[in-house]
């Protein structure tokens, strides 16, 4: 049973930092290529960060120089580290896993972010 279980999301005043988890199982990890991604109310789900099929990052616009993705195959855990938030940033968090030699993908239940004063 494939799991994505996303983590370390909460309320965060302007200008501070959190730093999501998403831990996977049941996916031969190593061969997934793993992003985050987010949904504000009343919008669609838009991309923040993902690893492409050769390993690079991508980082929509309105993230970079602020968020960082990361990935620890070890440990079957993909990161984003989120500096500098803006009230912007608030959203449901979701970590998603594409097979890089499949149509196979999956999501995570995602993690609420709020970044409020």
């Known amino acids: 049973q494939v799991q994505l279980v996303e983590s370390g999301g909460g309320l965060v005043q302007p200008g501070g930092s959190l730093r999501l988890s998403c831990a996977t199982s049941?996916?031969?990890?190593?061969?997934?290529?793993m992003g985050w991604y987010r949904q504000a109310p009343g919008k669609q789900r838009e991309l923040v960060a993902t690893f492409d099929s050769g390993g690079n990052t991508n980082y929509a616009d309105s993230v970079k120089g602020r968020f960082t993705i990361s990935r620890d195959n070890a440990k079957n855990t993909v990161y984003l580290q989120m500096n500098m938030l803006k009230p912007g940033d608030t959203a449901v968090y979701y970590c998603k896993a594409e097979s890089l030699f499949t149509t196979n993908y999956y999501w995570g239940r995602g993690t609420q972010v709020t970044v409020s004063s």
């Open positions: 049941g996916i031969r990890f190593s061969i997934y290529r």
